[in-house]
């Protein structure tokens, strides 16, 4: 199988008061199509960084960053954005729905770039409702959501355009356990049944445990 | 146009902050037109002034009189086609009391008339006139205002002291004057005028002449002709200062013209301050938004889009203010005339209103503080790196 995500000697540094700040310093690594893979590491390890290379919205400083056979690096900031649209989802820890929008419409937000009528987006975005379990929730706002279902809208968001992978950057840590393990087995779902090919940063052992395999990023570097 | 529901969703969850900026923008622009339409409405008279008319008065100040003798001496000056002796008689319908005044003059009546065209009169009206000592011509819009009727009478008394003959003058109303504005704009029908002949009878002969009215042949011989006419009287006790009509009434405008200036800079400063304050409230705005706006860009959306999302957002802001602060001012001009004090200054004034072009510069001015408080939040937004707002949120 291909690799989706292809990481080869990636570096990223930060320039701090005539200071290098070495985040990740050459990484390696290979994602094959289908995979749900776990990120692991101290805080400060660097994680974040590296997901935010594989969803392209930051570029490495050296290296080269290869995700569904693109070069990341090469397309220009507009073009970028167009890929990003069609390629990944992103789900982060707090959820980041829009607060004036209803959850269909924050659903649907993705879908507004799309050459697709009003009826299509909607459809759509009912579609990816259901495949979460919120379809009764459509009209709601997010704050007349719960945390859990905040991020199950967030999740719909990810999907709703159909892109090949999803890049998470701690889904459950704001999350209590029960509301952890739903998501976790959306996550699960979306990777066995929907072919999604899932990054996945996380703290929690557990949450790594349902992952297929496990990376550990420690000082910029991956361990294992 | 798929995008307008967001704009208008973030509007409206923020009502408090939307509208309190739309109610500044609207006060903003109320300001502004109704101030534009009183500087019109000052300025507007100046259109009428002609070309080939020259006004002589004395060098020291409009107060003191030049001697009636003038009048052969500039008809004499080459260039010269006409001359008539007009004196601002200041005269109100009860003594001091301005409520109904209405501008009159004594006016050597044939030559005035046939220097001022616009002045159209019906010609049995004009001989009837011309044969009157206490006779009268009154313009359409002061015999409108008090319900006159040809051949009825009314009496006027001056505040001016050499006119004060201890009785008021007695008018009877020979004629009426209108004028044709597609030719003449900017004519004033609010005047009334009676014979000179007239004051100077009633003030026993001793009265001398505010201004003398000079019809040339060629308006551009203007300046040669009023120079040889102020060089007549060089070394006399009354010296003269002629000009062209513009640059005389100007004269009289550019105090208002003062005025004018002081308004315009309080509605431009007040313009500043609401745009200091759309933009802050655009800033703040957009400050709570950074996460948002990261969402949008990590989901796809083009950085211009992003900004002009923003832009939107404050331009539909300007709209919104604008548009509630042109119905405010257009209210209240039209109230303006029946208001205690104020209406009575501003009566006289012809073509009061808020006009279409004075309207759509309002507007104008709206959306463009709008997006003018809008442009520095949303260049910003346009810069900011996805990964830094997500950061820093
Ligand atoms: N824009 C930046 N400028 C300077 N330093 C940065 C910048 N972004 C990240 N860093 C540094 O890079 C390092 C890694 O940050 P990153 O967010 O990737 O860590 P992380 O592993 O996700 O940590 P956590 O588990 O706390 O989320 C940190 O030391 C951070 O201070
Ligand atoms: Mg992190």
Redesign the pocket.
Known sequence: MANVVDVQGVRKV?N?DSLE?V?LDGITLLVPEGEFVALM??????????LNLIAGIDRPTSGRVTVAGTDVARLSESALARWRSRTVGFIFQFYNLIPVLTALENVQLPLLLAPLSRKERRERALTALRIVGLEDRSAHYPRQLSGGQEQRVAIARAIVADPKVLVA??PTGDLDARSAEEILTLMETLNRDFKKTIVM?T?DPRAAQRAHAQKH?DKGVLTA | MRHLPYILKHLRRNWVRTGSTVLAMSVCIFLFCTLQTFVRAVTWNLQSASATRLVTRHAVSLVFNMPIAYKERIAAVPGVVRVAKVNWFGGTRRPNDFTEFFPNFAVEAEPYLEIHPEFIVPEDQKKAFLADQRGCLVGRRTIDRFGWKIGGTFQLESFIPPYRVGKPFDFVIDGIFDTDLARYPGTDTSMMFFHYKYLYEMTNQRVGVGTYVVEIGDPHQATAVGRAIDALFENSDAQTKTETEAAFRAGFVSLAGNLAFLLNSIALAVTFTILLVTANTMSMAVRERRTEIAVLKTVGFPSGLVMGLILGESAALGALGGGSGLLFGWGLIRMLPSLPFIGEAVRGFPELGLSPAIGGLGFALALGLGLGAGLIPALLAYRARI??ML?QA
């Not at chain 1, 590491?41 to 590296?50: A, F, M, Q, V």
């Open positions: 930060y701090r700040i985040v590491g101290p805080s400060g390890s660097g994680k974040t960084t590296l950057d701690e940063v703290h990023l | 990964t830094d950061r």
